[in-house]
């Protein structure tokens, strides 16, 4: 995995513009939470993160355009990838959330605000290059992301019914693994 960390500086540029990019596309014709999802979610997650996120449905998720690039270069140097976001339900862009159902379910949009969450705490660059050099250590296997592993272990704690503070939660984690610094700014994404 040591050839994919070379590629880290040249590959998170990519897709922080394929974000900026996304978001820009989709959150003109994107709706504020219902009422419903609103108060469903108003004890996890602080209210900013929940007015501020956006929901679209979309027929398909599409893949980014260097993504492909990305998958021949692996394969060249024998590293198989399955990465394929076409198979995904739902995806975030910063604030902006795209789900391929029209209700998306709780747990769907839970997971999805969890990533609202760490955008507000690491700020887009940061969580790029957490996500980015999370895809790289884990074996680009999506549950070993560790932004991933992060939001699927705190949806299944909902799904279960258990009461937690996400942004609480979340902020202590990602000072754990070194994504967030204690220097009152609150949004020192490091990676």
Known sequence: MSLLKSFLPSIA??????????????????????????????????????????????????????????????????????FDFNGVSGITFVDCILVKEKAPSADLLFHEMVHVE???????????????????????????????????EMTARFAAGEKFNVADELAASLRARGYLQDDNTGRQGKC
């Open 13 to 82: 540029p990519k897709v922080q513009g394929w974000i900026e990019e996304q978001r820009a596309k989709h959150i003109g014709g994107a709706r504020v939470l219902t009422d419903g999802e609103h108060e469903r979610l108003a004890g996890y997650f602080p209210d900013a993160a929940l007015t501020a996120a956006r929901v679209k449905t979309v027929q398909r998720i599409e893949n980014p355009p260097f993504l492909e690039g990305l998958l021949k270069q692996a394969a060249f140097f024998g590293i198989r990838v399955q």
């Open 118 to 152: 760490q955008y507000r705490q690491l700020g887009t660059e940061g969580f790029v290059q957490a996500y980015v050099r999370g895809m790289v250590d884990g074996g680009l296997v999506y549950e070993r992301i560790p932004l991933e592993a992060i939001a699927s």
